[in-house]
């Protein structure tokens, strides 16, 4: 019997310690107050910029942005030194965590690309600097013209279905590029922002893999995901930069990801 037993607890003791660690899927997030602009509405849009685990609602630290910008008909603007940080809890962390938002006026029709590029992030659980490169696009006034041309980042994710008026169950496609270039059979993160719908416990994974999707893109950098909830999702095509950042003097492996968000809503 305490052969067995002594059997037992280190059988256990060796699952336990060979087990990797789970690591939440990290997304950037660039929230806008609204994702279509109607006539007749107003024509301020609130925008929060974060650092996020979408479903699980838990907020990384984040500094100021490198660069924050809006592409219209082909023209960029600057709209870094618009950014003011923010401070705010979620239910599973003791501390304030900092993001950033900004007012934009809306003055002339047309699609309306914002498009942010983070401070690197130092992650140690996975001993690497985190940058992700993210998108939304905003529709105005009924013009629908440039949500399907690139911006120009180093990795982004250009739209191939429009990324405004999606019903639930819509299927979205998107082209993985990173310096310009299709990357064939990228692997793409997929979360559902949890305060979406304003409530943080409207949905619960069952397990960890319903956490974070993840789907491939085909040999040619173009990926499919059909949203099955009302809200806000997050697509987040990772690789890594052939360039490296310093911590502690040493050098350090960069993640870089291609992040776009979209909204769902329900047909009714």
Sequence with gaps: MQKVLRYTLLMSLLLTTALPEIASAHFGLILPSDDIISQGESRTLHLQVKFIHPLEQHYMEMTKPSAFAVVHRGVSYDLLETLQPQKGKSSDQAADFTYWVTDFAIKRPGD?????????????????????????????????????????????????????????????????????????????????????????SIVTAPADPYVTQVIKADGHGVFHYAMPRAGWWGFSALNEADWTLKHDGVDKAVEIGAVYWVRTRDMK
């Design 112 to 200: 309306y690309t914002f498009h942010v590029e983070p401070t690197p992030y130092w992650e140690p659980a996975e001993n690497l600097f985190i940058v992700h490169y993210t998108k939304v696009c905003v529709q105005a006034f009924g013009l629908e013209e440039g949500w399907d041309e690139p911006v120009g980042l180093e990795t982004e994710i250009v739209p191939l279905t429009r990324p405004y008026g999606l019903w639930t169950n819509n299927l979205f496609s998107g082209l993985v590029l990173l310096k310009g270039e299709p990357v064939a059979f990228a692997e793409i993160e997929i979360e559902y922002l949890n305060e979406s719908s304003g409530n943080p």
